[in-house]
């Protein structure tokens, strides 16, 4: 039942929370810290339970062909794992800028976790929809929470956009329980194949991987993240680009690899093309920003598309690639997201040209930013470097030259601008106003940098890398995923 209590626990909290308010107000100060952590331990003992063998949650009592059924197994508890560390860091620096004083930050906050938990771990595509309803909703209001008007148009922005990516979920759902009459994953991935014609295949495809696409933010059909990233307060902003977006990578590499591994590997050459334009296009727009946080959202843009590169080689080396450049980029990039808003901050404008001589006066932050810079600009030995080194090596053994090579220009490309950011930190430049004790953001990105570290060696670590390399060996044996729903 481990995996019922992850979708159930944070959406708990966030029902109990206005409640706590209304009758005890006084506690939630100690109330949501444990709700917190309580969420992040049920979401870890979750993907625990499913790592060394499927474990499965049936709902009512029902049959996977006829009712809900829950499923953890080693790609759903990676994600699983990455959630719950992404969260928890956000969290952490919510609660040491807030407090517990806007209870309803909190209430979007755990319904998100929740939501995102459930599509981690739903068998079925119609309460992947419906999770994804609950995730986007939360998403949408979290951006738009701090109600400045660049903070609201940027989450109608990303209503709209994402609403219409909804909509192509919903109809490829619809598509496929109109052409075969069920709904779970793993049943689907028989049937589609052999009841499906073709060209209804050809739309199912197209539908789900247009929805997704936009959900996930890659180009082109990025236009809403680069305003939600850089509009949201500075916890958002990592939170989105470190996990959020990788949830939909998550959900878009389930279906592809059951439905459409055999039956559609054009639809991985779609993928592949699609992370391709996400590389160059995110990092040419992102050369031309001024705005610290733009740069770094078109940035997401580009590591979107180096994840979408291993995705899309359909391959056992390419997914477990793409899993560990998902990890390596949370790190990354919600720690620069957490650096730059804090900087930012302090200093009242988020111009890159006006953020001069901040290493004088918060070296902590300029130092942290830095290590995070050169991991995701790609510098050995850093986990960024190595993540790129084994998409190349996926790409070329996949016969895809052109991926490899858009990855090795990417790196170029990215420490152009990288390069521009510290070139300001470093140089000399007026002291900026007297700041405030950082507790919670500093010491999140230092953990963050030295994760980065560790992560470089992970290659070297037989323990930690057999763990990644065997997500991507179970991912792609779609039998083992299918025989473990089916046989009960």
């Known amino acids: 039942m481990m995996p019922v209590f992850a979708v159930i626990v944070p959406m708990s909290w966030a029902f109990l929370i206005p409640l706590i308010y209304l009758f005890r107000h006084k506690l939630l100060g100690y109330a949501i810290p444990v709700f917190a952590l309580l969420s992040f331990a049920v979401t870890v003992a979750s993907a625990v339970s499913g790592w060394r063998e499927h474990n499965l949650a049936f709902l009512g ?24 560390i992404g969260s928890g860091a956000a969290f952490l620096v919510s609660y040491g800028r807030f407090k517990a004083g806007p209870w ?26 419906v999770f994804y309803e609950i995730f986007s909703l939360a998403a949408y209001l979290l951006v738009a929470f701090t109600m400045s008007w660049q903070a609201i148009e940027a989450g109608l922005k990303y209503l709209v956009l994402g609403t219409i990516g909804a909509f192509f979920i919903l109809l490829s759902t619809a598509y496929i329980f109109i052409a075969t009459g069920t709904l779970n994953m793993a049943l689907l991935s028989v049937t589609l194949p052999q009841q499906v014609p073709q060209e209804t295949l050809t739309v199912i495809a197209a539908c789900l991987l247009l929805g997704l696409c936009l959900k996930i933010g890659a180009f ?50 779609m993928i592949s093309s699609i992370g391709i334009l996400s590389i160059l296009g995110g990092h040419l727009m992102a050369i031309r920003q001024e705005d610290i946080k733009r740069l770094l959202a078109y940035s997401t843009v580009a590591q979107i598309g180096y994840i979408l590169v291993g995705v899309g080689t359909g391959t056992a080396a390419g997914i477990t690639a793409a899993v560990f450049q ?19 901050e302090d200093i009242k404008t988020r111009e890159i040209s006006k953020m001069r001589g901040l290493f004088q006066h918060r070296k902590g932050f300029v130092i942290v930013f830095t290590i995070l810079t050169a991991a995701i600009v790609g510098i050995p030995p850093l986990n960024g470097f190595m993540g790129k080194w084994f998409l190349m090596l996926a790409s070329i053994d996949a016969g895809n030259i052109v991926a490899a090579l858009a990855l090795a220009l990417g790196t170029v490309l990215s420490a152009f601008y990288y390069l521009r950011i510290l070139s300001a930190f470093y140089s000399q430049g007026e002291a900026p106003p007297g700041r405030k004790p950082y507790y919670w953001p500093l010491r ?14 992970a290659p070297f670590i037989s323990p930690l890398w057999n763990a990644f390399t065997g997500i991507g060996t179970r991912a792609v044996d779609t039998a083992a995923y299918i025989a473990a729903v089916l046989a009960e």
Request: charged share 10%; proline share 2%; hydrophobic share 60%.
């Open 444 to 457: 999140v990105t230092v953990v963050f940098a030295a994760l980065c570290v560790l992560l470089g060696f």
């Open 326 to 344: 998902a990890f390596n980029h949370m790190f990354m990039k919600g720690g620069l997201f957490i650096a730059a808003g804090q900087l930012a």
């Open 61 to 84: 009592g029902w049959t996977a062909e006829l009712g809900i059924v829950f499923v953890v197994d080693k790609l759903s508890a990676a994600f699983l794992v990455l959630a719950a």
């Open 220 to 269: 082109p059909v990025h236009f809403w993240l680069p305003d939600a990233h850089s509009s949201a307060q500075t916890a958002v902003s990592a939170l989105l680009s470190g996990v959020v977006v990788k949830i939909s990578i998550y959900a878009l590499t389930r279906v592809s690899l059951l439905f459409f591994l055999e039956s559609r590997p054009a639809f991985f050459t």
């Open 104 to 129: 309803r930050y909190y209430v979007i906050f755990f319904l998100l976790q929740s939501a995102m938990n459930g599509i981690l771990v739903t068998g079925d595509m119609f309460n992947l929809f």
